[in-house]
């Protein structure tokens, strides 16, 4: 009772550290400033205005607009010329876009089966090297098996073959420690009967 009263007044004041702690804006100002080489003008731009939380800007759809001259236009020959060329412009974009989608239409089938059949072909391709490579993990696993059961067997073999051996070392010792007792015990006998021994 008396350790968790005391963990909880620990804790309690580790939380109240905690609070009271108020880290700096930039924590990381002391390490040095990275340099991407990878980092272009636009992705500058658009790191920038990220960093002051700027909107982004709108798709601009000016260049698919056609805007005839304005009032004070009218008469400008200038003015006119700059609206039929920005329609001829759209227009030969408009052309290139229906160019692209008859083109799609007339050979997307053909190719988009052809790269459905490279997909296949390259997916039964991965299929058939994971199924070797699973028949060659399976062929190593019950190698494996195979030598540590044999191994198993021939550690068993020798401790069975050293259990032996010391059983039999302890029955040699005991063999010889009650001969080394009768011995004794006829040295005694004849030391008692006045008989010489030889040792």
């Known amino acids: 009772h008396t350790h968790t009263h005391t ?3 620990q804790a309690l004041y580790l939380v109240e550290e905690t609070r009271r702690y108020r880290p700096t804006k ?7 400033t990275t340099k991407t080489t990878f980092e272009t003008p636009i992705l500058r731009a658009e790191f920038e205005r990220l960093a002051s939380r700027q909107p982004m800007e709108m798709l601009s759809m000016k260049r698919y607009e056609l805007p005839q001259p304005g009032a004070a236009q009218k008469n400008d020959l200038g003015a006119w010329q700059e609206a039929v060329d920005n329609s001829m412009a759209q227009l030969e974009h408009q052309s290139g876009r229906i160019l692209n989608l008859e083109l799609l239409s007339q050979y997307s089938c053909s190719e988009w089966k052809l790269h459905n059949q490279l997909l296949s072909q390259m997916i039964e391709h991965q299929q058939k090297q994971l199924k070797t490579l699973r028949s060659k993990v399976q062929e190593i696993n019950w190698q494996r098996k195979t030598e540590q059961t044999t191994a198993g067997a021939q550690l068993q073999a020798l401790s069975n073959h050293w259990n032996t ?12 420690l009650e001969l080394e007792q009768e011995i004794q015990m006829l040295k005694q006998q004849a030391k008692e009967r006045h008989l010489s021994v030889d040792t």
């Open 7 to 9: 963990h909880t007044h």
């Open 26 to 32: 930039n924590y990381l100002e002391f390490l040095p």
């Open 165 to 176: 051996l010391v059983h039999k070392n302890f029955e040699i010792e005991r063999v010889c």
